[in-house]
């Protein structure tokens, strides 16, 4: 626990010291000096991923952005995001690269990647992003800034096949059902989505014990009755239907969203501190049953997961912090990313963010981020 260093820090506020901006200012002149052509070359031959590399890579906070510099963390650790990054297209106008979201992330992975300090700074791609509403100095959400970057990314990778493989990499493929109970109509409807929001409550505000019992929740069938009776078009009337989610496909890397911030009556939010164990392994095929899937077992073989990410919120809804705990693929070891400061950990100090009822201002998992063990 000793070397989880300002670990347990609520709110952190660095900003830019003489010497980073020097060092960016210094950056920048190199870049601005070397041939368009050359650079654009050097950076696409970027390979592989942030990884350990030259030692773990903090990033600063710059104002507020602990929650952008956890998912950074996550998106560049991992090396199936990264080998479709490298083969973007490269804008050719300078006010088009300032722009782009996935040739401003690349500049990041190679400054990550190439040199010898301990952090960088993510300034530049702040900027672009402020371009997108997504700002400095304002409290985000994890999995709305998540969800925001990745459609950032997608709607401007220009490649079709690179935002197929995107696709592949994170879209969850569910089919919703709703089946009238006074007759025999159904109606079906496939759907994507990046994460699976799933609650860490039931409908009677009764706390779902483990993250199995969660995604079982998620899945399982609700009877739309009284008020929120559904016309059937068979029957000509509102009548109740049974309302479900069958999943029909698992990406290689699967964003599970644990709905920790609650909305009461009042409209005031509160967080969900409660002890929620997650596994390291997670095997769909002994979580839901078959009437939750609509999968063939060529598909189901292939459901096999592992822990690679936890992104934690600790503090309040209105004062809060975030980090990133990340297993590297190259030396299957864990390490905390908190902004600047990177640190090995063990599994025993993931585990600290299950999360505790007495703790409101303790750690909690708020995005578990698994990989396929097997990729098909």
Known sequence: MGQRSGRQEIRKKLALSETMNAEADGQNDKEEAEEP????????????????????IGLYNIGQSCCLNSLL???????????????ITVPPHAAQKRRNVPYQMLLLLEEM?????????????????????????????????????????KRQMKKPELVEELSDLYAVCVQEHLACQKCSFEAKRSSSMITLPVPVLDSNSHVLKTLEDCLQYFFHPEMLTDHNMCF???????TPFLQSTKLVHLPQTLTIHLKRFCIEKSAYIHKLSHYLPFPQDLDFNAVLTE?????????????????????????????????????????????????????QVSWD?????????????????????YMKKHPQ
């Open 113 to 153: 990647q190439c040199g010898k300090r301990k952090a960088v700074s993510p300034i530049h791609l702040a900027h672009c992003l402020s371009l997108y509403r997504v700002n400095l100095f304002v409290q985000h959400d994890a999995a709305q800034l998540f969800m925001t970057l990745w459609n950032l990314i």
């Open 73 to 87: 963390q996550v998106f560049l650790m991992n090396i199936r995001f990264t080998g479709i990054l490298r083969r």
């Open 349 to 369: 100090d993931v585990k600290c963010t299950y999360g505790h009822s007495n703790l409101h201002w303790g750690e909690t998992a708020y995005l578990l981020i």
């Open 37 to 56: 052509k050359a650079k654009d070359q050097r950076l696409l031959s970027v390979f592989g991923v942030a990884d350990l590399k030259n030692g773990a």
């Open 232 to 238: 059937c078009e068979q029957c000509g009337r509102k």
């Open 291 to 343: 009437s939750q899937c609509q999968a063939d077992d060529s598909e189901k073989a292939g459901w096999q997961y592992e822990l690679f990410a936890v992104v934690a919120h600790s503090g309040s809804t209105n004062c809060g912090h975030y980090c990133a705990y990340i297993r590297s693929l190259t030396e299957c070891k864990w390490y905390c990313f908190n902004d600047s400061q990177v640190c």
